[in-house]
């Protein structure tokens, strides 16, 4: 069973454009640089997992035609990794033969995964989603992380294995899934020393703008970590609006590419 691979959003924290209509130097006319909050998706047959509920992922869904979500990976707690967890609605209550919710069945929370300080503070902000309240059955179940676990049954089954790195003051899940790495928020160098990112076909990164910052990397230290670490593949995401995609693609040696909204691939 092949397993895809689909960037939903590319953007950092603002997106591109600003929700005021500034572009910075992105260029407007260029799809490419529309860019959402990130969030990504992994599909094996039937097993949809997506990696972080960005405010955007209800129109990243539609975009991408998902029907399905089966769990959810949580990177970290901080807003533009979490905020849509309440559009994961339609996934976790019954619906009929004509697709109609029905609100008042009994739900089937979809499950959750984190770090323990990533959940308990999800559970913080997002009480209402783990449990019923009033006449409002849960939308999610709460699931720690371990440093390996599989999620999905038999062929469509995915095996992950996690480390966790720094962004900033805050501690980030990287997850590692068919040789493959996810770290759309992190600025933490000693990531060259661990063995778990060493061989790997591709590595998904954070590359918020050129110098890199106190919570996040620039190209400058991606390229670093590329030399060194040497994924077969390297694609840049959380990208702020003052990156635009052509003139940072022609910076970029021959293995890493500029993620955009919507990049799929087969893992
Ligand atoms: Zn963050």
Redesign the pocket.
């Known amino acids: 069973m092949k397993t895809k691979f689909i960037i939903l959003g590319c953007g950092n924290s603002f997106g591109t454009p600003r929700i005021d209509g500034y572009w910075g130097k992105s260029k407007k006319d260029n799809s490419k640089n529309f860019r959402t909050r990130c969030s990504a998706l992994i599909i094996k047959g039937s097993n949809s997992v997506l990696i972080d509920t960005s405010p955007d992922i209800r129109i990243q869904l539609i975009k991408n035609k998902i029907k399905n979500i089966t769990s959810v990976l949580y990177t970290?707690e901080?807003s533009?990794?979490t905020n849509g967890i309440f559009e994961l609605r339609p996934f976790a209550f019954e619906k009929n033969k004509k697709n109609k919710i029905n609100f008042w069945s009994k739900s089937k929370p979809i499950n959750v995964y984190g770090s323990k300080k990533t959940i308990s503070l999800l559970k913080r902000r997002f009480d209402y989603c783990f449990r019923k309240i009033d006449i409002y059955p849960p939308i999610v179940r709460a699931n720690f992380i371990r440093k390996s676990f599989n999620l999905g049954k038999g062929i469509n089954t995915i095996k992950f294995k996690t480390i966790e790195a720094k962004?900033g003051n805050?501690s980030v899940t990287i997850y590692i899934f068919n040789k493959t790495a996810y770290l759309s928020?992190c600025n933490d160098l000693s990531i060259i020393n661990k063995k778990e990112l060493n061989n790997l076909n591709l590595m998904i990164i954070d590359c918020l703008n050129i110098k890199g910052g106190r919570?996040h990397f620039g190209l400058n230290q991606c390229l670093m970590i590329n030399q060194i670490l040497k994924p077969k593949k390297m694609i840049l995401t959380n990208m702020h609006y003052e990156m635009d995609y052509n003139s940072l693609s022609k910076r970029l040696p021959k293995n890493m590419v500029v993620a955009f909204d919507g990049l799929k691939f087969n893992l």
């Open positions: 970290h901080h533009d990794q962004h805050v928020d919570a």
